[in-house]
């Protein structure tokens, strides 16, 4: 792929991957009805398309999947027309940091039956071509996870959480408790608020002194998990506000773009019936009889 970090993992290179086939699929499609269309605007609606498929699965089935709530999000793109859209997100350096879940990462991972360390599946696009999308992406459904926390992260990812720390140090962002009054949550004023593991206590203590010192990054993952949910609150308060105020304020989903005169009939009709990842993968593999699991709980079926 063109880009080198697109390559780092076969995880994202699954993605890259899936979403590129849909992007030729789509863009066959719109030939064959649009047949006066030049190869730009073919591309350009294919692309529109993907991105609005893209934030429909992030709403419905990514955070429907980390949120702990009954409820269950909808997307609708015709419901935020009082919006002023597309606001740019001042958060980006915090945003990069919220969503460095090294902790979910374990040591190796089941492909295709055989147990491979983690770190070979970086750089390492052979597993894509021989394993193939379906295949692979059942793998990931099947695979038993992490947890996010500290003293949880793969070996070979150590070097990167020292650079999360001293991204966020460079960046001179406030203290972790700053960021829990930000998100209306009440400032912590004991170790024991945080985290009910006593040997996690002990090292915030030993470290910062005082509640008040711990930083953004490290405060993130000290946090204690929710029931029933992937992430830790003040985690989980960031992701809902990247969720609903950037996502959802796209250009794209604005009251003037979001209908057929952007998107085409046959767009608008391929965002409305696409319901999950499941979909893009299997209007995307040659063998249309196999159905694969795909799914972002154990507990769901594809």
């Known amino acids: 792929m063109g880009v080198e970090r697109a390559n780092v993992q076969v ?6 991957t899936l979403f590129l ?6 863009c066959r499609i719109l030939a064959r009805e649009h047949p006066d269309w030049d190869d ?4 350009q609606t294919a692309r529109n398309i993907e991105i609005v498929l893209l934030i429909k699965i992030v ?10 709530y009954h409820f269950k999000f909808r997307f609708d793109g015709s419901e935020f027309g009082n919006e002023r859209w597309y606001r740019q997100n001042w958060m980006t ?5 919220v969503y460095r879940w090294h902790g979910l990462v374990p040591d190796s991972v089941q492909l ?56 966020s140090r460079l960046a001179r962002l406030r203290s972790y408790n700053d960021y829990r009054k930000l998100c209306a949550y009440p400032p912590v004023t004991a170790f024991d608020q945080i985290t009910s593991n006593p040997e996690l206590q002990r090292a915030l203590e030993r470290l910062y002194g005082h509640v008040d010192n711990i930083e953004f990054y490290v405060g993130l993952m000290a946090e204690d998990g929710r029931p029933n949910s992937a992430v830790a ?5 960031l992701v809902g506000i990247d969720a609903f105020s950037q996502a959802l304020t796209n250009p794209l989903l604005s009251d003037p773009v979001f209908n057929e005169h952007t998107f085409s009939s046959t767009g608008m009709k391929i965002i409305k019936q696409t319901r999950c990842l499941s979909d893009v993968l299997h209007r995307n593999l ?5 159905r694969y699991r795909v799914t972002m709980t154990q507990s769901g079926a594809a």
């Open 11 to 16: 995880g994202y290179a699954m993605m890259n």
């Open 21 to 26: 086939r849909e992007h030729n699929r789509i």
């Open 40 to 43: 730009e605007r073919l591309f």
């Open 59 to 68: 709403v419905e089935e990514y955070i429907n999947h980390i949120a702990p």
């Open 93 to 97: 350096v915090e945003f990069s940091l």
């Open 112 to 167: 295709g039956g055989k147990d491979i360390p983690t770190e070979q599946t970086m750089f390492n696009n052979a597993l894509v071509t021989d394993r193939g999308l379906g295949g692979l992406f059942e793998d990931a459904s099947t695979q038993p996870t992490g947890e996010v926390g500290l003293f949880n992260t793969p070996q070979f990812l150590l070097d990167a959480e020292r650079a999360s720390i001293n991204l």
């Open 233 to 237: 609150p003040l985690i989980g308060r």
């Open 286 to 290: 040659p063998d249309s009889k196999r």
